[in-house]
């Protein structure tokens, strides 16, 4: 299958008729200031910031739409910008081209909790609806760290600690507004639990990080907060102690709602980040959902379950406020590790594996990372096969940068080859645009072909997602 | 979004020349004798018999990419068939062609016990996929009615009576192997639980129904059958009662694993077809799947709901024995409606609605068909907020189609104005083409440029999911 993505060379540069119109249309939304270029060119990773020609608050999918009519016509590139928590280089203008920024998209236009779902523009974060939620006895799920958007979110296929119970946002969008590449508004899906009338637009379009349409509104499931929540924190004597732990946790089949991994060198860096005085051991963070009778019947099992591998202690969280406080900390872990090096940047990797091939995965990597030149951390939502190491770079270090690279690409062909993915959550972006010919084989051809036929002159967050043709 | 599909007229009637090719191919698995048309040219509902020009039966994905390649050289339809289930005419040769029955492949290429997957051939039925996994503890949930292949569920996005709490074939197929429209073979995804590399051509082509490519092979999730499963029979006053009760079930979390609605027409029945004694009353047909504690809590809190709507009694099966026989007769229903009437065929209708709009649906659609001048049949996978008609027309009477037409256009535009859809598990086939514009407005342009881009010739399934551009 063919398909030439941009054989027209897209525009360099913002020409003066398209400043225009922009300006008129959003006055002092549109700006080309610095400061707020640079800030727009950039995530919470590695990347190198890249900053756009321009950059534009939209307010309503209208506005959208009307931004990608006037950049199509000119043929610039558009690349949309939410909480500004990408870790792969999502945002970068490596063409240049125009920032829509969805930030101020906040409003929650429906909740509907008799039919468990909610409706809200793409800027709103999972931290505003779940607080809006507060008096209805629901909540949504997905929790990745940083206040992200959830058009972001969804864009990525972002996930989160609650994936193993709740699923990503692949399983919890239920229908999405998008703007396409010509500026058409169109809506995927109805409110039904399951549908099969016709292609699954929702789902192409989550994980396809703005480069077949532009999210401007979801809507989400929602889930009754359970009657008992239950947490605990266990130590165990060595890493592959703790892994073999969640393997059996998962194959038993124990509705676990979270099973985080936090090696030792993430425990001292929460230690000092977040006030806490866990010991510096691999660790697993742990959370049980159900009725009362039910969390203490999983925490029964899953107590036994550690206790057969060594466990050093099984502490449960006393309350309501134990258990924020070890979650905060939990999400806390990108700002806890980025401290352990000052002016070092995290460079997070991101592999998932089928869960039997974890404990032999996290194995080889550390082996394989144990004379590394820079401090890594391991942490990992490891009921879903998914760990992130935090390589700790001098980001104006070639060396350091060279041998991060060289390692994340050993782990990345090591996932692959065990028939896992180089990405469990936080998406190709640029950063991992490499690896989809390897991960993908011949099914880049239809991805590309999709793409083409999408997006034909490839407006759409270029160089994003799918390698050049050339590559 | 401007697509034209099949610019170019499909080829009618079957050249020597591509004869001769399948001939030498596959020998007399290529075949032109009528029955075998006739059998592969129709489904088990209403919709006339449109035999295709020949049978081709695959053994392999590369016979199956050498069959489409062959095809697409001569601009001749390929029309996929599983188990010959379709209720909407997914399997109609309306522009001639070649069928291509997949219902050979039945190899189980791997179970991975330890990761909850097995790779299997599109000709695997659920059935032989459950009997392989016999002493494996684990089962795979998705079970529409009759022996269905994977392959073809997986087509159709197909459902059952588990997806309440197992989710459908979205979310139950991890990757698949697809034979594209020019022969070429791709696979989709790897076996990681969660990924955020590139588009999701797994779910794209989940519920393409065999118009964007050909599914050879699958990767499904598999679960651990529960410690302890219970099931109960439920009998109510009335419909609007036990779907009162199905609703506070759903909004109140409780995760059921089955909850069915039969009203009594439909337990008449299946009393006659299967040999149960059932009450003649609207009933709900439970299962709960948990630890034994844990069912035990379930069934208790339902009770105590299905009390406050005033149910008749609450039976609990008695052991697995009696669960068999009553899942069993569930899943007759369409033979037992289908032996009400002799001659008679089942017009299924099957729109999903947001479960808070249920109530209104179903009371709506009943007081529409009180006057019907058949019999109708209502039963349901109501905790999705799904449930079926069952028209038993006289396929030969003009005025009973026409009837029976009328009736469901007016209960889909009910469910598409309540934001449901058309179909919650049957699938578009021919049958629901004329509904895709109302449900989907301006997205279908989308789904047409997908479509043109990834059959530029149209030979995959034509007449099928879109509607032609002059409808």
């Known amino acids: 299958m063919e398909g030439s993505i941009a054989a027209r060379p897209l525009r360099a540069g913002l020409p003066d008729g398209l400043a225009q119109t922009l ?52 043929r610039v590139p558009v690349i949309p910008f939410g909480g500004g928590t990408s870790l792969e280089g999502h945002v970068a203008a490596l063409h240049g081209g125009v920032c829509l920024d969805l930030s101020r998209m906040t409003r929650i236009a429906a909740v509907r909790a008799d039919d468990l779902d909610a409706t809200v523009e793409a800027g709103v974060t999972r931290q505003q609806l779940n607080a809006h939620l507060r008096d209805t006895g629901l909540f949504f799920p997905v929790d990745p760290g940083g206040e992200s958007t959830l058009g972001g979110m969804a864009a990525t296929r972002a996930s989160g600690t609650n994936a193993v119970r709740y699923g990503t946002m692949k399983d919890n969008v239920v229908s999405l507004t998008a703007v396409m590449a010509d500026g058409t508004v169109i809506r995927t899906g109805s409110r039904a639990r399951k ?66 991994l936090l090696d030792p060198v993430t425990i001292a860096a929460v230690n ?41 202690g099984f502490e449960t969280a006393a309350d309501a406020d134990a258990r924020a406080r070890l979650w905060r900390a939990r999400h806390d872990v990108h700002y806890a590790v980025q401290a352990l090096r000052p002016n070092g940047r995290v460079w997070s990797t991101d592999v998932c594996v089928p869960i039997a091939s974890l404990p032999r995965c996290l194995a080889e990597t550390r082996a394989d990372i144990a004379g590394a030149s820079f401090p890594i951390t391991t942490v990992g939502h490891v009921g879903d096969g ?10 104006s270090s070639e060396a350091e940068l060279a041998e991060a690279a060289a390692l994340n690409d050993r782990l990345v062909r090591r996932a692959i080859a065990m028939d896992g993915t180089c990405t469990g959550e936080h998406g190709i972006g640029s950063g991992k645009v490499k690896f989809m010919d390897l991960e993908h084989g011949a099914a880049i051809g239809v991805m590309r072909s999709i793409k083409q036929a999408l997006d034909p002159l490839g407006i759409l967050n270029p160089g994003k997602v799918l390698p050049d043709e050339a590559d």
Chains 1, 2 share one sequence.
């Open 23 to 74: 300006a008129d249309l959003l006055g002092d939304r549109f700006t080309r200031g610095l400061p707020e270029r640079e800030h727009h060119g950039r995530g919470e990773s590695y990347h190198p910031t890249r900053p756009p020609d321009a950059v534009c608050y939209a307010l309503t999918t209208d506005e959208v739409s009307a931004i990608v009519r006037a950049c199509a016509g000119h």
């Open 195 to 260: 549908s099969s009338a016709g292609y699954d637009l929702t789902r192409l379009l989550v994980g396809s990080e703005g480069t077949l349409g532009i999210v401007t509104e979801l809507t989400v499931r929602l889930h009754g907060i359970p009657e008992a929540v239950a947490a605990s924190v266990c130590a165990f004597p060595s890493v592959e102690a703790a892994v073999a732990t969640v393997v059996e946790i998962v194959q038993c089949g124990v509705p676990i709602a979270r099973v985080e």
């Open 272 to 312: 000092r980040h977040s006030g806490t005085a866990l010991t510096e051991a691999p660790t697993l963070f742990m959370e049980f959902h159900g009725t009362a009778a039910g969390t203490a019947e999983q925490m029964a099992l899953v107590g036994a379950l550690a206790e057969g591998n060594g466990a050093l």
């Open 386 to 395: 998914n760990f992130h190491l935090g390589l700790i770079v001098d980001p």
